[in-house]
Structures are given as C-alpha cells and as structure tokens.
C-alpha cells in the first residue's frame, strides 16, 4: 500500500459492537431480560425471525474475539456494556458474575495493547425498567446515573474512554416512537419525554464520572449524525431538511451545548406531543462539560416536503447513487459533513465511532470471503476522515463498525457489516479481506 494520506501520530484506529449484538449468553450468570430480550419475542419484529439470544456468543469466545482484534492490529475496541448484566432489576443490588465479564475482557485488551472504549448503554434497558414507564419516566434517568457510578467505580481507571450513550436518536425516535426497535412502543407523544430523560440520565452519569474521578480518564457521548440534504433547492424543501436536521441532531446538540431545546422543533413537536417536564436545574446538568464526542456517520439522508406525514411534513427520497445492502447511499462526504456539523456547537475533540457498510458476503470456494465494496467503502470514508483532520477538524479515531458480524437489530441476521465472518451454525470465525485491508491501513497509519 502506498501510503499518500498519513493520520496525526497516536490516531486512534478501532473497531466497535454493541453487547445485545454479539454477547449472546442472555440467561447466564444472573443476568436480567432486557428490552431486547423481550421485543425479539414478539412475531414479526425481527425480519428474519432470529433473537440475540447466543449472537457471537462473545460471553464465551472473548477470548478468541480479542485475538483476532490484536492480529488485526486494533489499537482501541470500542464495545458497550449490559445494563442488565451488572443490574438485572435496573437497580438495587449489583450482579459480581455480570461485572467480572467485563473485567476479563478489559484485562485481556490490556494484556494485547488494545484500549477499552466503553459504552454505559447501547439500547439495552433492564426490562425491568421498562416495566415501570422506561425512558418515560423520569426515574429510569436516576437509575442509569447509579448504574454508571458503580461501573466508574469499578472500572474507571481500566477504561481511558468512556461515553454514557449511543445514538440516543435511535432509542427515542425508533424505540418510542415508530416501533421499529425495542421496546417497540408506537407512541409518537413519549418522544419528547424520551429525549429529556436520555440527556438528563446522560449528564447525571457525566456528574457521576466526575465525582468518581478515574485517573487519566474521558467521558463524552456519541451521535448519530447522518447529514440531511433537501431534494430540490425548492424553499419547501430546504425547510424540510432542516427540520429533520432538528430531530435527529439539533434536539440532542443544543441541549448538550447550548443548554435549552432547538425552540422551531419544539414549537412545531410541542403541539403534537406531551412535552417532557423539564424541571429546575435540568438543563445544566445536561450541559455537564464533556471531554470528547463520538460521531456514528454512514450515509446522507434526502428529504423533500409533504404535508401527509403527521410529525414533521417530510418525504425521505430514496438515493440513486449506489448503495449498500442497507439501502443506504454510498457518500463519503457523510464524514466530513457530519463532524462539522458538530464542529459548529463545540472544538472539543472527536472520534469517528462508527463507521461501515453491509454488503452480501459470500465464502468463496477456498472459503475467503473478498469483500471489494466493504474495503472501496472503508477506503472513501477513511479518505474523507483524512480531509476533514485537513480542514482543521480535531479527529482523534476512527472506529470501523464492526468487528464481527453479528445480530443486526431488527434486521436479525440477515445483514453482515463485519470485518470479520460469523458462521452462525458453528460460530467460527473468519477475517474478511477487509480485516485484512484494514489492518494494513494500521500498520501504515493512513492510506
């Protein structure tokens, strides 16, 4: 590899799961259901009809799965914990079985030289949580700063880097409010509630972390930011996209940074939907002081206006240009445009935290799996995140989404974005040319 576009020394190049999506084990060692746990039961949820019930059974074959990321050359694993691992009620009293899972796996990325990069809560809520009102309720917020206390407690000194939340867009919008996610509500008016109880249950653990005070340690949070283009330059349009600019960004953005809620969104939402009780001293607890952002960026999203959809009077246009197996346009631009997108609320630094493509990989007859879109995918968009560090953006790390192929949400099994191949009958592993096309990117730090 000829190497044109070389990173800043100390780049951080990673690779990121999620617990539900690779852990599997979702009975054992007194761990409690989960939302997940719960909404892969209900018929027709999960296109394929598969659960995360044994996943990659990562619980067992961390092991494996940490040596495979040091032959890759890994310099961080970014990977989320289970709530309901170390808290199968959501609270109360702490699971020790739960907890020393994550304790080995941390001591064995130290063992390889590879830092943990630790996720509070990827979409995982103890059901027991959900039981009482979930992020609707308030309380689920002072629970997930408890939680978080006693894993800083724990591991905070294990851990350099922390975030409290993923893509909490996700979790309000899809979980709450479509259906499409768990805990499967179809409920349009607890989104607003959603959204203030995941910020204020972030900055109540961001207050936790600072009072645990882990040596040498950062907290931040990580965003989905998907770029929202207008269709047309029709005004129409043009308001339309940056309306869903609002709900999947600015809600989240401005709070964090500014310390109140985008007043257009709310004033267009706040008549169709309960607004969240926002009581006093709330926003300054969200707006807690960060140490970094993580950005989750894929693709472009194009919107044109229409008055038939009840939420925000818009029309998703699907792209034209390539796509993934996902359906989502191919643009590498999605890098840069959405860390100046958050470059415009903070300097603070930031960290690709997801980044990748699936496609239909297939075993060749010698059992390879050459996987040349997945490697012309990861080539353009580590290429943009080397344009953007050009233009002056504070870019620390990138992280590929994702290590294995593994239970992907409500598409079940039936999507593959790892570097590495799952053979789901067997759990056999199997580096895709694309760990190998990445490990080389590594090896040079660049292109």
């Known amino acids: 590899m000829n190497t044109t576009r070389r990173f800043p020394s100390g780049f951080l190049w990673g690779a990121a799961t999620a617990a539900y999506q690779i852990e599997g084990a979702w009975a054992e060692d007194g761990k409690g259901d989960s939302i997940w746990d719960r909404f892969v039961r209900k018929p027709g949820v999960i296109v394929d009809g598969t659960t995360g019930d044994v996943a990659c059974d990562h619980y067992h074959r961390y092991a494996e799965d940490v040596e495979l990321m040091a032959q890759m050359g890994l310099g961080a694993y970014r990977f989320s914990i289970a709530w309901p691992r170390i808290f199968p009620q959501g609270g109360g009293k702490l699971n020790q079985k739960g907890l020393d899972f994550y304790k080995r796996l941390v001591d064995a990325l130290h063992k390889r030289g590879i830092k943990p990069v630790a996720t509070l809560y990827h979409w995982d809520l103890p059901q027991a949580l959900e039981d009482h009102g979930g992020w609707v309720n308030r309380d689920t917020a002072l629970r997930f700063a408890e939680y978080a206390y006693a894993l800083f407690q724990e591991l905070g ?111 267009r939402l706040g008549v169709r939907m309960m607004r969240a009780p926002v009581l006093p001293g709330d926003m300054a607890i969200i707006s807690r002081p960060l140490d970094y952002v993580g950005v989750n960026t894929y693709t472009r999203l194009l919107h044109r206006a229409d008055w038939r959809d009840p939420l925000l009077a818009v029309r998703k246009i699907e792209p034209q240009a390539p796509t993934t197996a996902m359906g989502w346009e191919i643009y590498p631009d999605c890098i840069v445009e959405s860390l100046q997108k958050v470059r415009e609320y903070t300097d603070l630094p930031l960290y690709i935290t997801e980044n990748g493509a699936a496609f239909e990989d297939t075993l060749d007859p010698d059992g390879q799996i050459n996987d040349t879109e997945r490697i012309a995918y990861l080539r353009s968009h580590i290429a943009a995140a080397h344009r953007a560090i050009e233009l002056g953006i504070d870019l620390r790390g990138y992280f590929a989404w994702t290590l294995l192929d593994n239970f992907e949400w409500a598409k079940g099994k039936s999507k593959r974005f790892g570097l590495i191949y799952t053979d789901y009958a067997t759990q056999r592993r199997i580096p895709k040319q694309s760990a190998a096309f990445f490990r080389e990117v590594i090896a040079n730090n660049g292109l």
């Open 157 to 267: 000194d294990q851990v350099p880097i922390w975030s409290t939340l993923n893509e909490p867009f996700i979790q309000a919008f899809y979980g709450y409010g479509n259906g499409e996610n768990a805990p499967g509500r179809r409920n349009p008016w607890a989104i607003l509630p959603v959204v203030h109880h995941l910020l204020l249950g972030h900055g109540l653990a961001v207050e936790a972390f600072r009072a645990v005070r882990p040596t040498n340690a950062q907290i931040g949070i990580v965003m989905l930011i998907w770029p929202s283009h207008p269709a047309t330059s029709l005004p129409p349009d043009v308001a339309a996209a940056r309306r869903v600019d609002g709900a999947m960004h600015r809600i989240f953005l401005d709070p964090l940074f500014r310390g109140h809620y985008p007043k257009d969104l709310m004033f």
